[in-house]
């Protein structure tokens, strides 16, 4: 499969590696993030050498990567001001999102419950009406593919927890990426 048809495959609903939930006036999306589909978007071209594919990948063994975005459920409301009454209050959902939400993430992997380990929120200062957050778990046996249950305990937008399965199956029929 080449770049661009592998990477349309995986931001596809429909192979269940990108998910959507509404809950009340919220509305989550998670990405599951195949390390191929990171070093594909990293390079930005579709001019990639494969050996740098293979390397980047190999650096990133140990990580299982999402992304998770959290909006309004009507897509258009500043998600960063959404029920907020001051600017007091903004700025504390700002230093939430920023330090603390990552305690309030875990990674349900087969048996084992996996903490957030690399987590940022990519502050977009009110020009979006979403809020995004780079996130990866440890990838303790890279041998071994689970189903996966992503955990948000949403306690900032009332949300309550928020969960994703990610089928095993849908990581397995990944298509195999085309590198030379």
Do not use: H, W
Request: net charge negative; glycine share 6%.
């Amino acid at each position: 499969m080449g770049l661009e048809a592998y990477v349309n495959y995986v931001e596809s609903p429909e192979n269940g590696l990108r998910q959507e939930k509404k809950i009340d006036k919220m509305a989550y999306m998670l990405q599951y993030k195949p390390l191929e589909y990171i070093a594909i978007r990293e390079f930005r071209s579709t001019d990639i050498q494969g050996s740098d594919i293979k390397k980047r990948i190999e650096k990133m063994s140990d990580l299982q990567c999402f992304n998770l975005r959290v909006m309004a459920a009507d897509k258009q409301s500043d998600v960063g001001r959404l029920g907020s009454n001051s600017d007091q209050e903004f700025t504390q959902r700002n230093t939430y999102m920023s330090f603390d939400m990552q305690n309030d993430i875990y990674l349900l992997d087969g048996d084992d419950t996996l903490p957030c380990g690399l987590f940022q929120y990519v502050n977009n200062y009110g020009l979006a009406p979403y809020a995004d957050f780079v996130l990866a778990f440890a990838n303790n046996d890279m041998q071994k593919n689970e189903d996966k249950t992503f955990v948000y305990e949403d306690k900032l937008f009332g949300g309550g927890i928020v969960k994703f399965q990610i089928r095993k199956e849908d990581i397995e029929n990944t298509p195999m990426l085309k590198i030379n």
